[in-house]
């Protein structure tokens, strides 16, 4: 599945067009990151346990929505947007959206 921001992909013609595809996860982050992290806060540095759990969510937020593309008979999904947002009492659970347009090209 080839996945790209832009309107168009170089090289290829839209033979059709689907319509829009998503995908969504959320993900929460434990105590143990939590506690990594304000630790970093205090001492600075990056917070690696909260970039991973941020990968992980992307991965699987775009690993859903190109299966869904997939399904629908699509090759390429363009238009593709990712976004994040902090859910919860206490901002601990994390939420990544994307979507984007299934099209076939050639």
Not at 40 to 66: P, Q, V, W
Not at 74 to 102: K, P
Request: overall charge negative; proline content about 1%.
């Amino acid at each position: 599945m080839l996945l790209t921001t832009t309107p168009t992909i170089e090289g290829h013609k839209i033979e059709q067009y689907y319509g829009i595809v998503s995908g969504e996860t959320i993900i929460g982050a434990n105590f143990l990151k939590d506690f990594a992290a304000s630790i970093h806060d205090i001492f600075g540095g990056r917070a690696g346990s909260y970039e991973d759990t941020l990968l992980e969510a992307k991965e699987t937020a775009i690993r859903e929505m190109s299966e869904r593309a997939r399904q629908m008979g699509a090759n390429a999904i363009i238009g593709v947007d990712i976004d994040y947002e902090a859910l919860g009492s206490s901002n601990s659970m994390l939420m990544v959206s994307c979507s984007g347009t299934a099209v076939r090209i050639v």
